[in-house]
């Protein structure tokens, strides 16, 4: 049984939108009571090795909250994301909204803003970010009540947004047979990790749960929505009572023989800014690339 408060009989609208570049999904949630809604995740694209920054993902964000006559209350990120860039301060700009976060971003912004050599300039208190959001902090969407529940382990700062009958629930799961994310990154946590997913876990077993990433194993196509019951049971890393234990020896070992996600060194300068792009002196946007500082 979870502690934190559930309406199973409310049922947001949600409407997922598919990055096949970054294999993540961002979600629009509407209030069906209403026209508010809010956006989880969103993605900028680039072309890394161009260096080019686009907007086409975030684009189809923008043109479903205006043809469909939304009005935008929140931009939600899950956690900073290693391997997608947030669109969240260009999709601001067009619809309003506010910027919301785990207050465990200072954590992140502590560690990174030493990887890539910041400076003082560079603040370390969240404050790019329009709220930092708290465990068991409740948002309104129109009529609609978010619960905020912390599920750190993957990173420190990582949430779990729980609505009505849908959870949000970023890189603490993914799909059964896709089972966990990495918790090696700084900061995370294999333990953590498997007691925020025994939170999620408690939620009501027909809770919907939409994951931030997909990656189609085995070939199938991609998927994003599941429920608790399914995870419970099915879940390949967690499911069918496996021990803290065991997910800890399994997590540990996986997560050695694991690359760097492709686009975590943009990935982390722009999104523990909120999403915006860090410039030079001169103020022009500018990446750095630590050499052996991951």
Known sequence: ??????????KPEVTAFFDPATWTISYVVKDPASNKCAIVDSVMDI???????????????????QD????LEWLLETHVHADHLSAAPYIQN?????????????????????????????????????????????????????????TPGHTPACMTYVTGNAAFVGDTLFMPDGGSARADFPGGDAGTLF?????????????RLFMCHD????GRDIEWETTVGAEKEHNI??????????????????????????????????????????????????????????
């Open 1 to 10: 049984m979870t502690d934190y408060p559930v309406n199973m009989d409310v």
């Open 94 to 150: 067009k619809l309003g909204g506010k910027i919301g976060i785990g207050k465990n971003i200072t954590i992140v912004q502590d560690v990174f803003g030493k990887v890539f050599n910041e400076g003082t300039e560079f603040q370390r208190d969240g404050s790019q970010f329009d709220a930092l959001l708290e465990d068991g902090d409740i948002l309104e969407i129109g009529e609609l009540k978010l619960t905020v529940m912390h």
């Open 68 to 71: 469909n006559d939304l009005e």
């Open 195 to 207: 007691d925020s997913i025994q939170k999620v876990l408690a939620l009501p077993d027909d809770m």
């Open 215 to 218: 990656y189609g194993p085995n």
């Open 237 to 294: 890393h967690v499911g069918a009572g496996k021990t803290k234990e065991d997910f800890v020896k399994f997590r540990t070992e996986r997560d050695a023989q694991l690359d760097m996600p492709r686009l975590i060194i943009p990935s982390l300068q722009v999104n523990m800014r909120a999403g915006e792009i860090p410039t030079d002196k001169d103020g022009r946007p500018m990446l750095k690339v630590p050499v052996n500082g991951l």
């Open 47 to 65: 072309d890394y090795a161009a260096g080019r920054i686009t907007y086409e993902s975030a684009d189809a964000l923008i043109k479903h909250v």
